[in-house]
């Protein structure tokens, strides 16, 4: 349908708009049916045909059903608007508009955001809707790109308060309308476009929010490398402004679904690796290596996590950029403080009422100084995640060598009583609808962040002694010169001017605060995972007895047996640290048979042990490697803790081991294994090795058949085991890193893992080694596709 004028004077006009007034009252001349036009509006705006913009009516139709359906003059605004902006205008009028439209809009947005998104939004908001359902949410789109388009030579230029109130605009019908968002999404020249704007700081705020909020629900991934001028927009950055852009950076440089939880199952991340090697780097990691390409970024990145709050910006621009967010009604966290200073104070002049009341000073001068900690943890939040992410990815040597030169661990060391570990006030703040203790509060995800991020700058990697101040390194050494073992060459490699200063590391601060924190808290995991990255790879008895001698083994036997944890997550981590902490150490056993005292304490440790193999298996596969490699030793102190250690002597015994075997490969199949539970696989493995070692592979193999038989179900678990032992060659034969870790954590070379794998899997049955051996031949079913159901 064509366009008809704005005005209505001109006979032809009228003549093409009756056509179109007709349509939108259903193809009679009498009164409109009521929500006709917003459903032809809708089917338009879904189908591209049809009606789709104020445009296309008149404005004196619009104002007679603006009386009716009381759209609050929007539609007509939309027409002004529309033919005060083409390319040749000066843009004030059409800015005069806009300041008229967006007042209607932003008091729904508020309500919106205080309301909790409880009520319908069609219903309940009706500007945005209508603003978007005649065109408006389009015409910005096209205001704000004018300045794209170049006439004769000359782009056209937008004043910085112009492109605000659009961006504004469009926020608060973001907020408001569903759909929007992801329609704005869709138009990739567009999000591109928004980055633009962000090298205005008058429109840097705006730009931002609006395109973490789209890239949010963004199907495909954008690409920073399409961005115009990356490298010079983000040098050009403030610390402020690199801050909030580290927001949109969260969402860029993460994988957006390719497997890589713990809960997705491995087949469906080999597939998706095999198409992922097809397709080349993903956008991603595309995105990452932009980023790193920039100069000076990461050091930026490290300054802003370790920046503390008095070096942050002045109370002055910082309250003036709560105003900001405020008005933006983006961050709700502004938005209660501001109602907080208003209940403070009613109630302090309620209080204070007579002769003798107080000046009001207490809320204005106290918020500033709280609202500025709550501004720089919730800075260094999304600054500690990025440099997360980027710990993770392909670059992560690159990442780990600059992090360590710009010394991020000692600056995080500094900042830990007063700003990442520091005491909760009664008047913390916290996220509208969350309490302290939440989650999701800014307090909290500032903790879990920052163990995250320990977690993956240890895990196996020899910069993790950065963790420790340079008296902890000496004592590290004089372990290894007591014991007489040579120094680890990590630590002597280390370069003692980027450890922890102070008098504790950063390593030995996490252990004190592990200790006190309290049973139910959720803190406890990732605590444990991270204390737990610094002792994974080549097992180290002076960093084992560093942390023996903190009492982290009797703290961890304390959660698991006398609080009785409870939940699964923790345990898991306590026990995969605990057999980290214990694994081939004599020192490690004595203390835990010290505190495991009594036959009571004992058969609680085994009953959380037994309660879930998938968590605990770590320790089973650590204790029965120890036991293997003390029985090999002619040492007084170990023929001591052989006889007397309760667990040792547990795990010793035949029926024990093969309870252990039986279960683990029962607990698994190949559909369901995932990175979680193929811990499970490697221990059953772990558990045969020791016994091909011994010679005693087939009496192994034979009593599992004849459990199988036991259970009446003869071959279901052998022919499991076979398969999970296939999917293990396919799995681990093309992956450097996995084969690695199993050899450095186990002690066995890969060499002697293969093998082993293919003797289990030797189709000759009358190989005493082989698992087809003890299959009967009707239950015999090896072949299974591995992508059967």
């Given at each position: 349908?064509?366009?008809?004028?704005?005005?209505?004077?001109?006979?032809?006009?009228?003549?093409?708009?009756?056509?179109?007034?007709?349509?939108?009252?259903?193809?009679?001349?009498?009164?409109?049916?009521?929500?006709?036009?917003?459903?032809?509006?809708?089917?338009?705006?879904?189908?591209?045909?049809?009606?789709?913009?104020?445009?296309?009516?008149?404005?004196?139709?619009?104002?007679?059903?603006?009386?009716?359906?009381?759209?609050?003059?929007?539609?007509?605004?939309?027409?002004?608007?529309?033919?005060?902006?083409?390319?040749?205008?000066?843009?004030?009028?059409?800015?005069?508009?806009?300041?008229?439209?967006?007042?209607?809009?932003?008091?729904?947005?508020?309500?919106?955001?205080?309301?909790?998104?409880?009520?319908?939004?069609?219903?309940?908001?009706?500007?945005?809707?209508?603003?978007?359902?005649?065109?408006?949410?389009?015409?910005?789109?096209?205001?704000?790109?004018?300045?794209?388009?170049?006439?004769?030579?000359?782009?056209?230029?937008?004043?910085?308060?112009?492109?605000?109130?659009?961006?504004?605009?469009?926020?608060?019908?973001?907020?408001?309308?569903?759909?929007?968002?992801?329609?704005?999404?869709?138009?990739?020249?567009?999000?591109?476009?928004?980055?633009?704007?962000?090298?205005?700081?008058?429109?840097?705020?705006?730009?931002?929010?609006?395109?973490?909020?789209?890239?949010?629900?963004?199907?495909?991934?954008?690409?920073?490398?399409?961005?115009?001028?990356?490298?010079?927009?983000?040098?050009?950055?403030?610390?402020?402004?690199?801050?909030?852009?580290?927001?949109?950076?969260?969402?860029?440089?993460?994988?957006?679904?390719?497997?890589?939880?713990?809960?997705?199952?491995?087949?469906?991340?080999?597939?998706?690796?095999?198409?992922?090697?097809?397709?080349?780097?993903?956008?991603?990691?595309?995105?990452?290596?932009?980023?790193?390409?920039?100069?000076?970024?990461?050091?930026?990145?490290?300054?802003?996590?370790?920046?503390?709050?008095?070096?942050?910006?002045?109370?002055?621009?910082?309250?003036?950029?709560?105003?900001?967010?405020?008005?933006?009604?983006?961050?709700?966290?502004?938005?209660?403080?501001?109602?907080?200073?208003?209940?403070?104070?009613?109630?302090?002049?309620?209080?204070?009422?007579?002769?003798?009341?107080?000046?009001?000073?207490?809320?204005?001068?106290?918020?500033?100084?709280?609202?500025?900690?709550?501004?720089?943890?919730?800075?260094?939040?999304?600054?500690?995640?990025?440099?997360?992410?980027?710990?993770?990815?392909?670059?992560?040597?690159?990442?780990?060598?600059?992090?360590?030169?710009?010394?991020?661990?000692?600056?995080?060391?500094?900042?830990?009583?007063?700003?990442?570990?520091?005491?909760?006030?009664?008047?913390?703040?916290?996220?509208?609808?969350?309490?302290?203790?939440?989650?999701?509060?800014?307090?909290?995800?500032?903790?879990?962040?920052?163990?995250?991020?320990?977690?993956?700058?240890?895990?196996?990697?020899?910069?993790?002694?950065?963790?420790?101040?340079?008296?902890?390194?000496?004592?590290?050494?004089?372990?290894?010169?007591?014991?007489?073992?040579?120094?680890?060459?990590?630590?002597?490699?280390?370069?003692?001017?980027?450890?922890?200063?102070?008098?504790?590391?950063?390593?030995?601060?996490?252990?004190?605060?592990?200790?006190?924190e309290p049973a139910e808290s959720s803190f406890r995991f990732w605590q444990a995972r991270a204390v737990e990255s610094f002792l994974r790879g080549t097992t180290s008895y002076a960093d084992q007895m560093f942390l023996l001698k903190r009492g982290l083994l009797e703290h961890i036997l304390y959660c698991i047996v006398d609080s009785e944890c409870k939940s699964r997550d923790v345990l898991q981590s306590y026990f995969d640290l605990l057999?980290?902490?214990?694994?081939?150490?004599?020192?490690?056993?004595?203390?835990?048979?010290?505190?495991?005292?009594?036959?009571?304490?004992?058969?609680?440790?085994?009953?959380?042990?037994?309660?879930?193999?998938?968590?605990?298996?770590?320790?089973?596969?650590?204790?029965?490697?120890?036991?293997?490699?003390?029985?090999?030793?002619?040492?007084?102190?170990?023929?001591?803790?052989?006889?007397?250690?309760?667990?040792?002597?547990?795990?010793?015994?035949?029926?024990?081991?093969?309870?252990?075997?039986?279960?683990?490969?029962?607990?698994?199949?190949?559909?369901?294994?995932?990175?979680?539970?193929?811990?499970?696989?490697?221990?059953?493995?772990?558990?045969?090795?020791?016994?091909?070692?011994?010679?005693?592979?087939?009496?192994?193999?034979?009593?599992?058949?004849?459990?199988?038989?036991?259970?009446?179900?003869?071959?279901?678990?052998l022919n499991n085991f076979h398969n999970l032992l296939r999917f293990w060659q396919q799995h681990y034969l093309h992956k450097d890193k996995d084969s690695t870790c199993l050899e450095n954590s186990s002690c066995i070379s890969f060499s002697y893992w293969k093998e082993t794998v293919s003797i289990l899997l030797n189709p000759d049955r009358q190989s005493p080694s082989a698992l087809v051996s003890y299959i009967e031949e009707p239950y015999?079913?090896?072949?299974?596709?591995?992508?059967?159901?």
């Amino acid at each position: 349908m064509a366009a008809a004028p704005a005005a209505a004077g001109a006979g032809a006009s009228r003549g093409r708009q009756s056509a179109a007034t007709a349509a939108a009252w259903g193809g009679w001349g009498g009164r409109p049916r009521p929500g006709n036009i917003l459903l032809q509006l809708r089917q338009g705006q879904l189908t591209g045909r049809g009606l789709v913009r104020a445009v296309q009516f008149t404005e004196t139709f619009l104002t007679e059903r603006d009386k009716l359906s009381k759209w609050s003059g929007i539609p007509q605004l939309l027409l002004k608007l529309h033919a005060t902006s083409h390319l040749h205008s000066d843009f004030i009028e059409c800015q005069n508009i806009l300041k008229e439209i967006s007042p209607l809009l932003s008091m729904e947005a508020m309500a919106f955001v205080t309301e909790d998104r409880k009520l319908t939004q069609e219903a309940t908001y009706p500007n945005t809707y209508i603003f978007d359902l005649f065109g408006g949410v389009d015409l910005l789109v096209e205001i704000l790109m004018r300045p794209t388009i170049s006439i004769r030579g000359q782009k056209l230029k937008m004043s910085d308060e112009m492109s605000k109130d659009c961006l504004s605009i469009l926020y608060n019908t973001c907020v408001c309308t569903e759909g929007v968002t992801k329609r704005l999404a869709e138009k990739n020249d567009f999000v591109i476009f928004l980055f633009t704007l962000m090298t205005s700081k008058k429109t840097f705020l705006q730009t931002a929010t609006l395109i973490e909020d789209i890239l949010g629900v963004k199907k495909e991934m954008i690409r920073l490398d399409e961005v115009p001028n990356l490298s010079s927009l983000v040098s050009n950055f403030d610390q402020q402004q690199l801050a909030n852009f580290c927001r949109i950076l969260a969402v860029t440089i993460s994988e957006m679904d390719t497997g890589n939880d713990d809960k997705h199952t491995l087949l469906a991340k080999n597939a998706q690796q095999k198409k992922s090697l097809s397709l080349g780097p993903s956008a991603a990691e595309i995105n990452q290596a932009a980023l790193l390409s920039i100069p000076g970024f990461v050091e930026r990145l490290c300054k802003l996590a370790t920046r503390k709050v008095s070096e942050s910006t002045g109370t002055a621009s910082f309250l003036q950029e709560l105003e900001e967010w405020y008005t933006w009604l983006d961050n709700a966290l502004v938005l209660d403080a501001l109602m907080r200073v208003a209940s403070e104070e009613s109630e302090h002049s309620q209080g204070t009422s007579g002769d003798n009341a107080l000046p009001h000073t207490s809320a204005r001068t106290q918020l500033p100084q709280s609202m500025k900690i709550m501004h720089e943890i919730m800075y260094k939040l999304e600054v500690l995640y990025v440099l997360c992410v980027l710990l993770m990815g392909r670059q992560r040597n690159q990442v780990h060598r600059m992090i360590a030169e710009f010394k991020l661990i000692p600056g995080l060391n500094n900042l830990f009583d007063k700003l990442i570990w520091r005491k909760h006030s009664a008047s913390a703040l916290v996220l509208h609808g969350h309490n302290q203790n939440c989650d999701c509060s800014p307090d909290i995800t500032l903790k879990i962040q920052f163990l995250r991020l320990l977690q993956s700058f240890s895990d196996h990697h020899e910069n993790k002694y950065l963790l420790l101040n340079n008296q902890e390194l000496n004592e590290l050494s004089a372990i290894s010169l007591k014991a007489n073992i040579p120094e680890v060459e990590a630590v002597l490699n280390t370069d003692r001017s980027l450890v922890c200063d102070g008098k504790r590391g950063l390593l030995t601060r996490l252990l004190q605060v592990m200790k006190k924190e309290p049973a139910e808290s959720s803190f406890r995991f990732w605590q444990a995972r991270a204390v737990e990255s610094f002792l994974r790879g080549t097992t180290s008895y002076a960093d084992q007895m560093f942390l023996l001698k903190r009492g982290l083994l009797e703290h961890i036997l304390y959660c698991i047996v006398d609080s009785e944890c409870k939940s699964r997550d923790v345990l898991q981590s306590y026990f995969d640290l605990l057999g980290e902490l214990m694994k081939f150490n004599v020192d490690a056993f004595k203390r835990f048979n010290k505190y495991i005292n009594t036959d009571a304490k004992f058969q609680v440790f085994l009953k959380q042990i037994n309660s879930s193999l998938v968590d605990s298996n770590m320790l089973v596969r650590c204790v029965t490697l120890s036991l293997d490699r003390f029985e090999n030793q002619v040492d007084m102190k170990v023929a001591e803790v052989l006889s007397e250690c309760r667990l040792l002597a547990y795990i010793s015994q035949v029926p024990t081991q093969m309870s252990f075997l039986f279960r683990l490969i029962n607990i698994i199949h190949v559909q369901t294994l995932t990175q979680e539970n193929v811990s499970c696989l490697n221990t059953s493995l772990v558990i045969l090795m020791l016994a091909r070692r011994k010679e005693r592979l087939p009496l192994y193999l034979r009593l599992l058949q004849r459990m199988e038989h036991s259970k009446k179900y003869p071959g279901f678990l052998l022919n499991n085991f076979h398969n999970l032992l296939r999917f293990w060659q396919q799995h681990y034969l093309h992956k450097d890193k996995d084969s690695t870790c199993l050899e450095n954590s186990s002690c066995i070379s890969f060499s002697y893992w293969k093998e082993t794998v293919s003797i289990l899997l030797n189709p000759d049955r009358q190989s005493p080694s082989a698992l087809v051996s003890y299959i009967e031949e009707p239950y015999m079913d090896i072949d299974r596709d591995f992508t059967e159901e």
